[in-house]
């Protein structure tokens, strides 16, 4: 058994070289939505595996490609490492107090793009491995990366991918790429993920925009085209009026509300980390707060754009607009038929001249939380945290983890090094180091663990 | 009496001259909405009077100063000339042939951000009075020029400018700032122009963005707040919803009933130029679409933006969003009231949430069309454009001609260089050269009749 002190001991004397590293990764941009960066990123992290001795191999998609690399262990078992080296778009670019790729360390944080999304965890994995390798002279366990490059486009080359490699993916685990504390420092395991449909929809009702005086009261307008679309699909009331897209819905079990129970209440640490005075649909704390956090699928308006949008007034009559809407989904809805019925919709309301565009969906999947694998990786977290993982039977998050627990019959856990300030997705994203820490430490135990699970 | 053949004849020989002052004029960036170039353009304008002798001053406002200028004619009559030197905003950029703000001449057209609106007709108004002193040594009437530099963010200075200001102003005629000829090369006076209450509606939801994962079932959402809130003030029906919105609305007389229908059928090369397949309401030709443009007021989006608005997907809860809307007005609505009307409504609705930034307005006024200062500027054109001009009861655009109109007295006529395809705050604005020097001519005729009148 792995000696975990000295395993301790390693992490915190490599924490200065797991922080360049983590940085050098940062620096490099990688969004896979503008395909800023892909290449030199997935070359960068293959170059730092074949430093630990994996085998790295850079796998085709239709997209971009995947990293794949595995290192033997000692034990016949194997656990599978799910990350991505894709970062979202840093805009808006005013709101960062240090350049989005230029990684700052204050007050004990890493400011970044994708310090926390995804790098942060790419790294917490491989300074685990340094430091069961320094310790043990080999792994307890044999490693498996996934390492993809389209996870904030919703990895839509992914489960193709998945597919084609059943054999070569084959483990008895799989560690997600995220995970972390909840406001109260309590490590949280997600035993699943929602699904998501991102759509585009678009208007156009002229080939060019018109002053507003002279075809205001006459011509179509493509923002109000968009508003008046988009207001059918979802009220006021939140209720998304698509016919069918709450038909494949499945509600919580009893044993899923046993575990939401448990969990404690979030709301004003929510509120006062968003600036948030109220949630929808009159939602205070409670469990009943937690579940619709959750179980309920949702339609979110990402972005709106339409005409003039500069300082001060332009009289235009726009004849474009377009909305990017996602839409979260639970077991057992269906991305593409999500988006079939939106399309259905949008054609029985009049809105015929809106298009749609599907930029990515992943179908929601989610593990037995009771699984023997998850309780392992909770109950491994106590010597670290001073408490157990706290088991959620499934996070608001996507990502696709449909074709792992669907094709691989693996079951997935997440653990990492978030917390609720990481602002991924958001400008100011970070990570706390002390955090990077804890979550190396606990990645380590897991893979020690596994050898005997 | 003028000699004006004579005046046709100096006209033509100096169209090289007027082009290459258009271009310069052109060349010269004055965005009032972003504050672009303004002193130096207003300067420029100044510099091109006083080479004609006009006496000029540049009169502070709250905002961007008026060119007042002043030059004597023979007679006791005089001519107001209403013109303005700001243009609007040139985005979308990447939509023009040639770049806004450096002129070009393609196939007798020249191209430039504000080339008609309105550099063109400042342009126009000096050619003219360049041929008259070349004819006569001196002018037939005197000419007052009032040049604004706000015109394109709703002159909100200009009636204190012309209420501090009346006895200057004094004029017995006043010629508007832009006019042309219609789809069948038929040149159109307006008579009064629309009103306009500009307004920004801007929701704050939060003090940050989220993902949409994490929150998109129980954050407030601020694009959707917006779109809930606009919706909310028109219907697809396109009736505005704002209760009292249509009370002071005054329906066209008999006698505008009689002009509409003397106005031409327009609606087929509306709809080629601009690339429209239908008109709102279910409108065909006909009186009927005439007056909808005119006297029917409007709630117009001319801009939206929220969240994330690049290529690709982002997966995120915008905490803010906003709109940019113009209302154009009928006699005698009037756009300050117009803004209240529309917060009271937001707040009966339940979006007290949306914050509204009055970003300019401009009551309508009207000109009796019978005015015989009118129907001299109308029949005048006979000889230039073999036919006399369209009398038209309203303009669907706006414009600050009420102080005029209301504090002035002053009967206000429209006649310029436009065509239906000049692109006035669009990209690619344009003039054709022909008509430029036809303005020119009618403008002389203008002036020359004045002394008459």
Same sequence: chains 1, 2.
């Avoid at 620096?27 to 293959?46: D, H, R």
């Avoid at 994995?125 to 792994?139: C, P």
């Avoid at 726009?318 to 593409?336: M, N, Y």
């Amino acid at each position: 058994m792995t000696d975990f002190k000295a395993v301790d001991a390693a992490i915190a004397k490599r924490m200065d070289q797991n922080l360049e590293e983590l940085s050098r990764l940062c620096a490099q941009p990688s969004i896979s939505a503008q395909g800023l960066g892909m290449q030199e990123c997935a070359e960068l992290v293959m170059e730092i595996l074949r430093q630990r001795g994996f085998k790295t191999e850079l796998m085709p998609t239709k997209g971009f490609p995947v990293v794949y690399a595995e290192l033997p262990g000692r034990s016949d078992r194997t656990l599978l490492l799910y990350n991505h080296y894709d970062v979202q778009p840093p805009e808006p670019l005013e709101l960062w107090d240090s350049p989005p790729f230029e990684p700052t360390i204050r007050d004990g944080k890493m400011y970044a793009r994708g310090v926390s999304d995804d790098k942060g965890h790419i790294i917490c994995r491989l300074a685990a491995i340094d430091a069961l390798l320094e310790v043990d002279g080999e792994l307890p366990c044999n490693i498996k990366f996934v390492i993809e490059g389209e996870e904030e486009t919703s990895s839509p080359n992914l489960h193709a991918f998945v597919a084609e490699n059943v054999e070569l993916l084959k483990a008895d685990g799989c560690l997600w790429e995220f995970g972390g504390v909840n406001h109260e420092g309590v490590p949280v395991l997600y035993a699943g993920l929602r699904g998501i449909c991102y759509l585009q929809l678009s208007v156009e009702t002229a080939s060019r925009d018109a002053h507003s005086g002279l075809a205001g009261s006459i011509f179509p307008n493509a923002a109000w085209r968009l508003v008046w679309a988009l207001r059918s699909i979802k009220g006021s009331d939140e209720y998304i009026r698509v016919s069918g897209f709450y038909d494949g819905v499945r509600p919580p079990t009893e044993r899923d509300l046993e575990y939401l129970a448990k969990l404690p209440e979030s709301s004003h640490d929510l509120k006062k980390t968003y600036g948030v005075r109220r949630f929808i649909k009159g939602l205070e704390d409670g469990i009943e707060l937690r579940k619709e956090a959750i179980f309920s699928p949702t339609c979110t308006i990402c972005g709106l754009t339409a005409g003039y949008q500069g300082p001060g007034s332009k009289t235009v009559l726009p004849a474009k607009a377009s909305a990017k809407v996602d839409f979260r989904l639970i077991p057992d809805q269906d991305p593409e038929e999500v988006a079939e019925l939106v399309r259905a919709h949008l054609d029985d309301e009049g809105f015929d001249d809106v298009q749609i565009e599907y930029l990515g969906g992943e179908r929601p999947a989610r593990t037995d939380p009771d699984d023997p694998f998850l309780q392992m990786v909770a109950s491994s977290a106590e010597e670290i945290y001073g408490t157990p993982m706290l088991v959620t039977p499934m996070s608001g998050g996507s990502g696709p983890n449909d074709p792992f627990v669907r094709l691989l019959k693996v079951p997935v856990a997440t653990a990492g090094i978030g917390y609720p300030d990481s602002r991924a997705h958001a400008p100011n994203e970070n990570i706390i180091i002390d955090l990077l820490e804890k979550g190396i430490r606990h990645t380590a135990r897991i893979m020690s663990l596994m050898e005997a699970s």
